[in-house]
């Protein structure tokens, strides 16, 4: 390789992990915000939950998950304790159940029904 052609190749190596490191700095400092606010618009609950916006929409359509809006606006927002309160509904420690024993009742009824 010629001596510019590598220079070349190192350059775009360099651009792309400054790149890299822009987003990683501003999803960090996102989240770093997200800790220090209480309300939160779709966007910033997403990311907070790890979810897609569009999905939060359903969660709150479906009676999931609380939002709220302003009167003649369309933006929704989500209070931080509902965005906790929703991910600790769906832990097996809150609702005291074994998950083997729910795997074990499944896979008894599967075989039950292949007896027959």
């Not at 052609?5 to 190596?13: F, I, K, P, V």
């Not at 159940?97 to 009824?109: C, K, L, T």
């Amino acid at each position: 390789m010629k001596d510019q052609e590598r220079l070349h190749l190192l350059e775009t190596q360099v651009s792309v992990l400054v790149d890299s490191q822009k987003e990683f700095t501003t999803k960090v400092l996102q989240l770093l915000a997200l800790s220090a606010k209480t309300i939160y618009s779709k966007e910033e609950a997403a990311l907070f939950l790890n979810l897609d916006p569009d999905y939060l929409y359903q969660l709150k359509f479906h009676g999931k998950l609380k939002a709220f809006k302003k009167k003649g606006q369309k933006k929704l927002y989500f209070r931080k304790e509902d965005l906790e309160a929703y991910l600790l509904s769906n832990s097996t420690e809150d609702k005291n159940i074994d998950e083997n024993s729910d795997y074990d009742d499944f896979e008894n009824e599967i075989v039950e029904k292949w007896k027959k």
